[in-house]
């Protein structure tokens, strides 16, 4: 079977598209949740299998550990209290 190499994508560039890092997504396939193609010591990605992951519960559900805010300025203390609360 010919596979278009468009079609495909290497770890860092799917690494972006679903905005996790490689470790996290080397992880995800250990665990099963994404499938890739070993060619060596690089994985591929389909296309079509990260649209189908990004549809995913799995994917879905996942929520940021922290979030950053960075407020400077004279209203910086009543920003604050409303992120605070």
């Known amino acids: 079977m010919i596979v278009s ?6 770890s860092g560039k799917a ?3 679903l905005d996790v ?4 997504l080397v992880k995800w396939v250990d665990e099963g949740h ?3 193609i070993r060619q060596g010591k690089n994985r591929k990605f389909s296309l079509a299998e990260i649209e189908r992951f990004k549809q995913s519960n799995f994917y879905r559900s996942r929520k940021p550990k922290y979030t950053l805010i960075y407020v400077r300025g004279k209203n910086s203390l009543e920003c ?3 992120v605070e609360q």
């Open 80 to 82: 604050r209290k409303r």
């Open 15 to 17: 690494a972006t598209l």
């Open 5 to 10: 190499n468009s079609k495909y994508v290497y």
């Open 21 to 24: 890092s490689n470790k996290t």
């Open 34 to 36: 994404l499938h890739c």
